[in-house]
């Protein structure tokens, strides 16, 4: 939708490095700054392709800033080389920038800047976030050390979340920074993702359109999709296992679990519930309070496949990305 997502493979020039052979070459100190530095010099290509094919670690102890900056630019892909491609302690912050594909990276532990692993904001549209691992600690460290691992906010649009598996972190995603209409992303659409040994936020959801098709949730501590300020979620096909508390919380009276309003915001969100599967999970209590429905064709599969492909196919290392 929105015309699409094509990502650097998108304009008729295009210009692609590989990151291990290029910054070395360019006299760069370490890949972070090298990456960096393309994506400045991109800023100032209108209508070209940008591929950066990510075959190195890039370490929050080399690279001299607090994340990496992927602003005002458009038609760009960061595609990870088999399992080499990696993020250690430094997130990706898209602001104002459009046509993004970021695939098969592993991102991990980030703690500086905004403290999530990608961060998608500012206006930034169509934004197609796939095949990669992004996780951090949990239960054992404290739970505001890091934040989200994939968060989308503040006037961002037409974003696909597919085939990641995002795990062990107390909080998960989201899709706005605040209660207001302009921290708020929109038509977001998170599909054939593992969720896995997270405590909450899977994802929270304010104000916008969303699409939450063929997940599968594993062990979930407290509560799963979290709907407020009159957010509108489909809820489709996805397989629910070992999620919530079953308890009732003390602001909404909403139950702990895979799907409800909980927690902060004076407003609640409304959810269309199609066709999910729910094991060892509290869920008896639920029905839709709206009949959302997403503008475009797909095809669902059951809560029971969904799950199979999900842990066979998410993640990194699936998809095959050469230079």
Do not use: C
Not at 82 to 93: A, H, N, P, Q
């Amino acid at each position: 939708m929105n015309g699409g997502t094509t990502g650097g493979f998108g304009a008729d020039v295009v210009h692609e490095y590989t990151l291990s052979e290029y910054w070395r070459s360019a006299g760069y100190s370490n890949p972070g700054d090298a990456m960096y530095d393309l994506f400045k010099e991109h800023d100032d290509r209108s209508g070209e392709g940008l591929v950066i094919y990510v075959d190195e670690t890039i370490r929050a102890a080399d690279f001299g800033r607090d994340k990496m900056h992927v602003n005002d630019v458009e038609n760009v892909s960061i595609l990870g080389v088999g399992t080499r491609g990696e993020f250690d302690g430094v997130g990706l912050s898209l602001r104002k920038s459009r046509n993004v594909v970021i695939q098969n990276l592993r991102i991990h532990h980030v703690d500086t800047g905004e403290r999530d692993g990608i961060t998608v904001q500012k206006s930034s549209s169509n934004v197609w976030i796939d095949h990669n691992e992004i996780y951090n600690e949990f239960p054992d460290v404290d739970k505001d050390h890091y934040d989200g691992l994939i968060d989308v906010k503040d006037g961002a649009a037409y974003v696909t979340i597919s085939w990641n598996h995002l795990h062990d972190s107390w909080k998960t995603t989201l899709t706005a920074g605040g209660d207001s209409q302009s921290s708020a992303g929109d038509h977001i659409t998170f599909a054939n993702n593992w969720f896995q040994n997270v405590n909450s936020r899977v994802p929270l959801i304010r104000r916008s359109h969303v699409h939450m098709l063929n997940n599968y949730f594993q062990d979930v501590a407290d509560t799963a999709v979290n709907a407020r300020m009159g957010a509108q979620v489909l809820v489709e096909g996805n397989y629910f296992e070992n999620v919530g508390t079953g308890q009732v919380d003390e602001v909404t009276g909403d139950i702990h679990g895979p799907v409800g309003w909980f927690y902060g915001s004076n407003a609640t969100g409304y959810w269309n519930l199609v066709n999910n599967a729910y094991v060892n999970t509290p869920h008896e209590h639920l029905k839709s309070t709206t009949d959302f429905t997403v503008p475009y064709a797909y095809n669902a599969l059951t809560p029971q496949d969904a799950r199979t492909q999900v842990m066979q196919n998410a993640g990194v290392g699936v998809v095959n990305v050469t230079p």
